[in-house]
Antibody, heavy 118, light 106 residues
């Protein structure tokens, strides 16, 4: 069974950093592209970043380019999101998602809440 | 970015009803449209991918249709366990989501 478990969320002041992790199990992690998606309170879902199987290709939405870094450790079956220069508008639940054989965003974790506030 | 307009935002229906939810893309996305179900406190679950392909393990009462800009998710006979929020995702280009439809029992 595919399992994705996010961690690392919490309360952080504006301008500070936070690193999210997503522990994967139940599948061969290195075979699949991965992504982060966020959902701000009372708002819709937004794609944040994606990464290829080997980590060599990364993609970001414009609002996080230069501030967030997606990475992965295939030996540890873990996906990361380094979040720097955090802003209040980054407050959201962050989900990691695994791409499928026929479609992206096939499996999701339950999310971790990031609150950016002074 | 491609905008996804989802309707209705709220839906109340009875057990056994046929339920339809719509997503309209701001430009042609071919068939690159997924549907998801999210129950309170749970991870989103993929129901339909590429407009009309049923994900493994999903009951056959769920179906998807459409191509180009207009898409529909249909639940043929609503069950109590279908109470959830449903949302669409286009992956023809940088992915964007619909705002969601909250489905409740009447």
């Amino acid at each position: 069974e595919v399992q994705l478990v996010e961690s690392g969320g919490g309360l952080v002041q504006p301008g500070r950093s936070l690193k999210l992790s997503c522990a994967a199990s139940g599948f061969t992690f290195s075979n699949y592209g991965m992504a982060w998606v966020c959902q701000a309170p009372t708002k819709g879902l937004e794609w944040v970043a994606s990464i290829s199987t080997g980590g060599g290709n990364t993609y970001y939405r414009d609002s996080v380019k230069g501030r967030f870094t997606i990475s992965r450790d295939n030996a540890k079956n873990t996906l990361y999101l380094q979040m720097d220069s955090l802003r209040s508008e980054d407050t959201a639940t962050y989900y990691c998602a695994r791409h499928g054989d026929s479609s992206p965003f096939a499996y999701w974790g339950q999310g971790t809440l990031v609150t950016v506030s002074s | 970015d491609i905008q996804m307009t989802q309707s209705p935002s709220f839906l109340s229906a009875s057990v056994g009803d046929r339920v339809t939810i719509n997503c309209k893309a701001s430009q042609n996305i071919n068939r690159y449209l997924n549907w998801y179900q999210q129950k309170l406190g749970e991870a989103p679950k993929l129901l339909i991918y590429n407009a009309n392909s049923l994900q493994t393990g999903i009951p056959s009462r769920f179906s998807g249709s459409g191509s180009g800009t207009d898409f529909t998710l249909t639940i043929s006979s609503l069950q109590p366990e279908d109470v959830a929020t449903y949302f669409c995702l286009q992956h023809n280009s940088w992915p964007t989501f619909g705002a969601g439809t909250k489905l409740e029992l009447k």
